[in-house]
C-alpha cells in the first residue's frame, strides 16, 4: 500500500513537482493540500507520515509562513531538502496560439510567478491586466477552460501540459538564476541518490540581550570550523524587539564538531530545538534518477 504525502497543492505546481522528485508516485500517494498550514497539521497530527512545503529561494527570501508555522504551531521533524530549478512558462489557450503577444488582455498566476516575470510582461504583453489566482496550476486551467477571451498563464510546463495550454515562451523569468528550496517533514525520507550535502537546521532563543551575544554563538561555529548557509531572524511574538534565530549549518548532528558547538552555546544560556538533521538533494527528474541541472540557479516560486 502507497503511503500518503500531503504537499501545497493543486497538481501542476511547483511543489507538485518537487514532491515527485522526493517521492515517486509509483511509490508514494501525493495529496494536495491548500495551504502550507493544512500540510504541517496534516502530519503534526499523525494524517500522514510525510509533507512537502517551499522554504525559501534566493531572490524572495523565505517563506515565513513555513517558518512561522514549524517554530509556533507544530513539532515536526525536517527530514529532506529538495532544490528544485523554477522555469516560468507562458501559456495561451490552443485556439490564441496564432494570436500576437501584444493583443491579449489579461495575464493570470500566482502572484510570486507575476513578481519573477515583471520585466518580460513590461516589454511583450504592456497592455495587459495582472490577475491574481491561488496558484499557477489555477491560472493554467482558467485559461484552459475557456477560449473566448484572450487570456494567458503563467506556471510550470506540467501546469500546461495538464491543462492542455499551447506554450508561448519559456524561461520568461527577469532572473537567470530561479531556484525553490523545498523541504519534507515527518517520516525519514528513503535515500534514493547520493546527497549534495547534509545540512541540521536549529531554532536558537538568546538568554538575553546585550551586545555581542549573537557574536559569541557564531564564535562556537567558527571555532569548530562548521559552515553555516543560512541565518535569518523571526519576531518572537511575545514582545516587540525579540527574536528568535533559524540557522543552518553544514553538519549533521551527530558529528563530534556540531555536539561541541551545541555544548559552547548551551552554556552560555542559549535555547536551542533541533529542527531536523537531514540529506540534502538536487532536483531531479521525477521519472530519473539524474540531477535535472547542474547549473547554478536562484530564487522563489512554490505555486
Known amino acids: 500500500m502507497k503511503e500518503p504525502v500531503a504537499y501545497l497543492g493543486p497538481r501542476g505546481t511547483f511543489t507538485h513537482e518537487a514532491a515527485r522528485r522526493m517521492f515517486p508516485e509509483e511509490h508514494y500517494l501525493l495529496h494536495p493540500c491548500d495551504s502550507i498550514p493544512d500540510v504541517l497539521t496534516a502530519v503534526d497530527s499523525g494524517e500522514t507520515p510525510y509533507g512537502v512545503v517551499p522554504v525559501e529561494n534566493a531572490i524572495e527570501g523565505s517563506v515565513t509562513l513555513t517558518l512561522d508555522w514549524l517554530t509556533h504551531h507544530v513539532d515536526v521533524p525536517i527530514t529532506a531538502e529538495v532544490v528544485v ?12 496560439k496564432e494570436t500576437e503577444l501584444s ?5 493570470l498566476s500566482h502572484p510570486q510567478a507575476v513578481a519573477q516575470c515583471r520585466e518580460y510582461l513590461r516589454q511583450h504583453v504592456p497592455d495587459a491586466v495582472v490577475s491574481y ?11 484552459g477552460s475557456q477560449g473566448r477571451d484572450r ?23 527577469d532572473y537567470e ?4 528550496r523545498f523541504i519534507a517533514v515527518g517520516k525519514t525520507v528513503p535515500e534514493r541518490k547520493q546527497p549534495r ?10 538568554p538575553e540581550d546585550y ?3 549573537l557574536y559569541n554563538v557564531l564564535a562556537s561555529f567558527v571555532r569548530q570550523g562548521i559552515n553555516l548557509s543560512r541565518l535569518e531572524s523571526r519576531p518572537t511574538k511575545k514582545r516587540l524587539g525579540t527574536y528568535r534565530f533559524f540557522i543552518d549549518a553544514e553538519k549533521e548532528i551527530d558529528d563530534l564538531a556540531m555536539k561541541q558547538a551545541m555544548d559552547e552555546i548551551r552554556d552560555r544560556g542559549c535555547t536551542v530545538r533541533l529542527l531536523g538533521s537531514y540529506p540534502c538533494f538536487s532536483g531531479e527528474s521525477s521519472n530519473s534518477s ?5 547549473r547554478d540557479h536562484g530564487a522563489y516560486n512554490h505555486r
Open 290 to 294: 539524474e540531477s535535472l541541472d547542474n
Open 151 to 173: 487570456w494567458l498563464a503563467i506556471g510550470p510546463r506540467s501546469a500546461g501540459a495538464l491543462y492542455g495550454l499551447y506554450q508561448r515562451d519559456a524561461a520568461i523569468q
Open 133 to 143: 489566482v491561488d496558484s499557477t496550476a489555477d491560472a493554467a486551467r482558467r485559461v
Open 85 to 96: 530549478p523554477i522555469d516560468q512558462c507562458l501559456f495561451c489557450h490552443p485556439d490564441h
Open 177 to 180: 538564476n530561479n531556484i525553490t
Open 197 to 206: 550535502c547534509r545540512k541540521t537546521s536549529l531554532l536558537l532563543s538568546l
Open 103 to 107: 493583443r491579449f488582455t489579461r495575464i
Open 211 to 213: 551586545p555581542g551575544a
